[in-house]
């Protein structure tokens, strides 16, 4: 009994056993408030120990704080301004000790630490205001319209206008009456000023694709923009547009193309020597000339009176162009019928013989040559066993066979068949020469 007790405690326990990760700390207590955006791992020392980077959101919302952790223990913590939003950690420079810096997100605001001490502070550029919010705001400046008036327009501005009101007054729309007036008199001579928030954030090598590269921050923000930070001086990275260029040799180079920007910068490309231009190399996209504008001719007087008469008697028009519609159907399907009847349909009617016939007329005369295009339609069945008959009147038509026998017709192929048609008459008379299949298709 003894023994069959010392066998069951050493018995590990079968789930944690079966699990593929190992449990290697676990602190209920650990009072950290986050979510995934505001944690990262980096190597912070240089020393190839990486710690956890926490954006912590304190109780409740309140105290945040910026929290790094080693292994289970907070190695430093310090107070935050706001409550966090993002956390990322990247490369500024390329220079020994290659150590990275922390980015933390926070309402408008990004805050750089290096050295776990805060480095610099970049805010988000600020939008430009509603100009009716902000035509409202200067005629309560100059006492023209009351608190109660410039609520009620504000409220109609909030749900009508495509541009998001200020936070200034925002917060005016949600004082009650008594405060009104004392909100404005402290506000109203100040600038209207719309700032957005930054809801993500990630960071992009910038260029070199090697894992200690130097990266540039990503900022998503809350009105749908994306900006690209520069990790030395902190701007937004942006394109200027060419105004100038010009081509040629410059130094020692004999094809450098220099540009300026409209930001007053200077952009100077070297042609490769190697570099080989081929036809069809150019970017694909619309033609220039889909970018016109058409020369469009102003509407004459016999344009608008078309136009009136097609209003007055559109439903007049409607129904003509519907009698009109049906008369050419009547008439398709009467030729349809009166070909049917007298076999001068190219297309078999029966899928016994599934057959397509096409025939042409070759020479001035009197003597012709009449070539038969034979198809058959089947998708599987060969054709097999088929005649060919002419039927002509002798007296004015001589062929050197009134029938033939055709070999077997592969499916989708087109065969063609010869033979000559001679005339008999010198006065001109023609008549039909009709061409007809018999047979059975294998």
Request: proline share 7%; aromatic share 6%.
């Amino acid at each position: 009994m003894a023994a069959s007790g010392d066998s069951a405690g050493c018995r590990p326990n079968s789930t944690e056993a079966n699990s593929k990760w190992l449990d290697a700390h676990y602190d209920p207590m650990a009072n950290i408030h986050t979510f995934s955006a505001c944690l990262a791992l980096a190597d912070l020392h240089g020393d190839g120990e990486y710690k956890l980077v926490v954006g912590d959101l304190g109780a409740n919302g309140r105290h945040p704080r910026l929290k790094v952790l080693k292994g289970p223990s907070v190695l430093t913590e310090s107070p935050l301004p706001t409550l966090p939003s993002a956390a990322a950690a990247f490369l500024m420079e390329p220079h020994e000790p290659r150590t990275p810096a922390l980015a933390l997100a926070s309402g408008p605001c990004v805050y750089v630490y290096k050295n776990l001490r805060p480095y610099f502070k970049f805010s988000l550029p600020p939008l430009p205001p509603n100009p009716l919010e902000q035509d409202l705001w200067n005629q309560a400046k100059e006492d023209r319209i009351d608190p109660l008036t410039l609520k009620e327009m504000l409220e109609g501005i909030r749900e009508k206008a495509e541009v998001p009101l200020s936070v200034q007054s925002l917060r005016f729309l949600h004082l009650e009456l008594g405060e009104m007036e004392a909100f404005v008199a402290q506000h109203k001579n100040q600038p209207i000023k719309r700032q957005t928030v930054i809801t993500a954030m990630t960071i992009l090598k910038k260029n070199l694709a090697d894992e200690d590269a130097v990266s540039c921050l990503v900022l998503g923000t809350e009105n749908r923009e994306l900006l690209v930070l520069d990790p030395e001086a902190f701007t937004v990275l942006t394109k200027d547009a060419v105004t100038s260029i010009c081509f040629g040799r410059y130094g020692r180079e004999d094809n450098t193309l220099i540009m300026t920007t409209r930001g007053g910068g200077l952009v100077i490309k070297i042609l490769k020597r190697t570099a080989v231009f081929g036809e069809g190399a150019g970017e694909a996209g619309p033609p220039p000339a889909q970018a016109l504008r058409l020369n469009v001719p102003r509407k004459t007087r016999l344009y608008v009176d078309q136009t009136l008469r097609e209003r007055e008697a559109g439903t007049a028009m409607h129904r003509a162009f519907q009698m009109d519609l049906y008369l050419l159907r009547l008439r398709a399907a009467r030729a349809y019928v009166q070909a049917l009847e007298s076999s001068l349909n190219p297309v078999s009617a029966t899928l016994r013989e599934p057959l397509k016939l096409h025939a042409v007329v070759q020479g001035l005369g009197p003597t012709f040559r009449l070539t038969l295009h034979l198809q058959n339609t089947s998708a599987v069945r060969p054709a097999i066993g088929l005649l060919v008959s002419f039927l002509y009147n002798e007296s004015l038509y001589a062929l050197p066979r009134a029938f033939f026998k055709v070999p077997m017709l592969v499916p989708g192929l087109s065969y063609p068949m010869e033979t000559f048609v001679e005339c008999l008459s010198d006065k001109g008379i023609s008549d039909i020469i009709k061409v007809g299949h018999q047979g059975q298709a294998g």
